[in-house]
């Protein structure tokens, strides 16, 4: 079982704070996008670099790299030692589109960080420390969110095709292309009794700790997700001599479900979040009406029963709604992320961590998704927050105080060294 000990009499451990701080800002010009922020969605060649970034960082301090059948990136001590049960930490490197810097980077390189202090500070460990980069948490481009946690898992479900991005094509090559193989995707699975526990540090994306003052975040709890890949198909034609009436608009269906999607949140309260955030209207032209929409909708809770009630809703609802207007709706669910706890004695864990640092903490829930909830279902998992300034996530004005940076992975490395020390 899972084993914590007390903090080192000597005091606790640091990380080198410049050093971190200066990874994520070189890191941050990966993927840089002209518009704003960074763009750096997953088997994108920006992500490619990325990845091949984060490699020499952990070489130049002597840890040893891999990349899984998956995409993942693993980082571990160097040498040939005997094979220890690990403590696994880590998040994501991609992005979403014109995102902010921290969202999963901060998680990853303070993963990278403690490993190499751990291995610097003592050859014995009761647990082996490795560090994470998951391939493709947010499915920007890949629209499979959590691939690389869920193949960590073993949980990649059916592979009988491939999967393709946003626009068809295959992840094949793109995979290939960073050291992974969509034909062994299957190997990357671990057994979950070799993982003692998982610890994810992120921001926190939202206004809770800010407000509250407080530097630390023990994370409760994460919300679920299920996402609708929708596609509405009508009849395009000329804009000017088509008649309203008969019409079949997918654009107009596409605004009346907009707002029905909205009001499952607001005024019915079926959910505590609900957002269309992707409409693809083709042909697109202005004097066109549209023959066909693809869009998607996103439910978020807490409580794992609603959303399931509400998926089996709106795949009744939506086309409904559709069919009023003359336009047929295929509706898909193409993601269904169960919200998840996180393991108690890891919450109690960085609490103490944070204590022994002098740092105040309060207990926050998720709203924002993370391969910590994947990782949950079978591993001892716990999430360190901290915060965001004005909550701000998923956009290029994301920031957080560097010595709040700094602290936080101070907090990873304690809880991580009381586990593996
Ligand atoms: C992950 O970033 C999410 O969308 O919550
Ligand atoms: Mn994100
Ligand atoms: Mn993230
Ligand atoms: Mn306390």
Same mark, same amino acid.
């Given at each position: 079982?899972?084993?914590?000990?007390?903090?080192?009499?000597?005091?606790?451990?640091?990380?080198?704070?410049?050093?971190?701080?200066?990874g994520?800002?070189?890191?941050a010009?990966?993927?840089a996008?002209?518009?704003?922020?960074?763009?750096?969605?997953?088997?994108?060649?920006?992500?490619?670099?990325?990845?091949?970034?984060?490699?020499?960082?952990?070489?130049?301090?002597?840890?040893?790299?891999?990349?899984?059948?998956?995409?993942?990136?693993?980082?571990?001590?160097?040498?040939?030692?005997?094979?220890l049960?690990?403590?696994?930490?880590?998040? !994501?490197? @991609?992005t979403?589109?014109?995102?902010?810097?921290?969202?999963?980077?901060?998680?990853?390189?303070?993963?990278?960080?403690?490993?190499?202090?751990?291995?610097?500070?003592?050859?014995?460990?009761?647990?082996?420390?490795?560090?994470?980069?998951?391939?493709?948490?947010?499915?920007?481009?890949?629209?499979?969110?959590?691939?690389?946690?869920?193949?960590?898992?073993?949980?990649?479900?059916?592979?009988?095709?491939?999967?393709?991005?946003?626009?068809g094509?295959?992840?094949?090559?793109?995979?290939?292309?960073?050291?992974?193989?969509?034909?062994?995707?299957?190997?990357?699975?671990?057994?979950?009794a070799?993982?003692?526990?998982?610890?994810?540090?992120?921001?926190?994306?939202?206004?809770?700790?800010?407000?509250?003052?407080?530097?630390?975040?023990?994370?409760?709890?994460?919300?679920?997700?299920?996402?609708?890949?929708?596609?509405?198909?009508?009849?395009?034609?000329?804009?000017?001599?088509?008649?309203?009436?008969?019409?079949?608009?997918?654009l107009?269906?596409?605004?009346?479900?907009?707002?029905?999607?909205?009001?499952?949140?607001?005024?019915?309260?079926?959910?505590?979040?609900?957002?269309?955030?992707?409409?693809?209207?083709?042909?697109?032209?202005?004097?066109?009406?549209?023959?066909?929409?693809?869009?998607?909708?996103e439910?978020?809770?807490?409580?794992? @029963?609603?959303?399931?009630?509400?998926?089996?809703?709106?795949?009744?609802?939506?086309?409904?709604?559709?069919?009023?207007?003359?336009?047929?709706?295929?509706?898909?669910?193409?993601?269904?992320?169960r919200?998840?706890?996180?393991?108690?004695?890891?919450?109690?864990?960085?609490?103490?961590?944070a204590?022994?640092?002098?740092?105040?903490?309060?207990?926050?829930?998720?709203?924002?998704?993370?391969?910590?909830?994947?990782?949950?279902?079978?591993?001892?998992?716990g999430?360190?927050?901290?915060?965001?300034?004005?909550?701000?996530? !998923?956009?290029?004005?994301?920031h957080?105080?560097?010595? @709040?940076?700094?602290?936080?992975?101070d907090?990873?490395?304690?809880?991580?060294?009381?586990?593996?020390?």
């Amino acid at each position: 079982g899972l084993n914590v000990s007390a903090p080192t009499p000597a005091g606790p451990l640091r990380v080198d704070g410049p050093r971190l701080l200066q990874g994520l800002s070189d890191l941050a010009r990966i993927g840089a996008d002209p518009r704003g922020g960074i763009t750096r969605p997953s088997f994108s060649p920006a992500d490619r670099e990325a990845v091949r970034w984060l490699r020499d960082w952990a070489t130049e301090g002597g840890l040893h790299t891999e990349v899984d059948p998956a995409g993942n990136l693993l980082v571990r001590r160097p040498g040939r030692r005997h094979r220890l049960p690990v403590a696994l930490m880590g998040s !994501h490197l @991609d992005t979403v589109h014109n995102a902010g810097h921290l969202d999963g980077a901060y998680g990853v390189l303070a993963a990278v960080e403690t490993v190499r202090v751990l291995s610097a500070a003592s050859a014995e460990c009761r647990y082996e420390p490795v560090a994470v980069a998951f391939a493709n948490e947010e499915g920007a481009l890949f629209p499979q969110p959590f691939w690389g946690s869920r193949a960590l898992m073993g949980e990649t479900g059916d592979m009988s095709v491939d999967p393709v991005d946003n626009e068809g094509r295959s992840l094949r090559e793109p995979l290939s292309l960073i050291g992974g193989d969509l034909d062994r995707v299957a190997e990357a699975a671990w057994h979950p009794a070799d993982i003692v526990a998982y610890l994810e540090l992120h921001i926190e994306q939202g206004p809770v700790l800010e407000q509250a003052g407080s530097r630390i975040g023990v994370v409760d709890a994460i919300v679920g997700r299920i996402v609708f890949d929708i596609e509405l198909v009508g009849a395009a034609g000329h804009a000017g001599t088509t008649p309203m009436r008969g019409r079949k608009d997918p654009l107009a269906a596409a605004a009346q479900i907009t707002l029905a999607v909205r009001e499952t949140a607001t005024r019915r309260r079926l959910c505590q979040r609900a957002t269309v955030g992707r409409l693809e209207v083709s042909p697109n032209s202005t004097n066109v009406i549209p023959g066909t929409v693809r869009m998607t909708a996103e439910f978020r809770d807490g409580d794992a @029963d609603r959303l399931e009630l509400l998926e089996k809703l709106l795949h009744r609802e939506i086309p409904a709604i559709a069919e009023e207007l003359g336009v047929h709706a295929v509706v898909q669910t193409s993601t269904r992320v169960r919200a998840r706890v996180t393991d108690e004695r890891l919450r109690a864990a960085v609490a103490e961590a944070a204590d022994a640092l002098g740092l105040n903490h309060m207990t926050v829930s998720s709203g924002a998704g993370h391969d910590a909830q994947i990782m949950a279902a079978q591993v001892p998992t716990g999430m360190i927050f901290v915060p965001s300034c004005h909550g701000l996530s !998923h956009v290029p004005e994301e920031h957080t105080k560097d010595e @709040d940076l700094v602290a936080g992975a101070d907090v990873l490395l304690q809880t991580a060294a009381n586990l593996a020390l």
